[in-house]
């Protein structure tokens, strides 16, 4: 039996999410299809459906190197296009 997995953006992640999707959409509209808003968007909804499928994806933080402020025990980094 698999657990459900929610993926969830915090804050400020969320806002630029969603600063993004705006931008990529009116870009779409204009008729721009490979811009680099529009490949990092599809750059992060790929992540975050490979995170989906596999909570662990991704390169584990080692826990020294985890900043307090994020106020978790275990932390996986996963690259995006260009970043």
Same mark, same amino acid.
């Given at each position: 039996?698999?657990?459900?997995?929610?993926?969830? %953006?915090?804050?400020?992640?969320?806002?630029?999410?969603?600063? %993004?999707?705006?931008? &990529? *959409?009116?870009?779409?509209?204009?008729?721009? !299809?490979?811009? !680099? !808003?529009?490949? %990092? %968007?599809?750059?992060?909804?790929?992540?975050?459906?490979?995170?989906? &499928?596999?909570?662990?994806? *991704?390169?584990?933080?080692?826990?020294?190197?985890?900043?307090?402020?994020? !106020?978790?025990?275990?932390?996986?980094?996963? *690259?995006?296009?260009?970043?």
């Amino acid at each position: 039996m698999n657990k459900s997995v929610r993926v969830i %953006l915090l804050d400020e992640a969320d806002r630029a999410y969603k600063r %993004l999707n705006e931008i &990529a *959409g009116q870009q779409l509209k204009d008729g721009n !299809e490979n811009t !680099e !808003e529009m490949q %990092l %968007l599809r750059s992060i909804n790929q992540k975050r459906d490979l995170i989906k &499928a596999n909570p662990f994806y *991704g390169d584990n933080i080692k826990k020294r190197q985890i900043p307090d402020c994020y !106020e978790v025990q275990n932390l996986w980094r996963a *690259g995006l296009t260009g970043y």
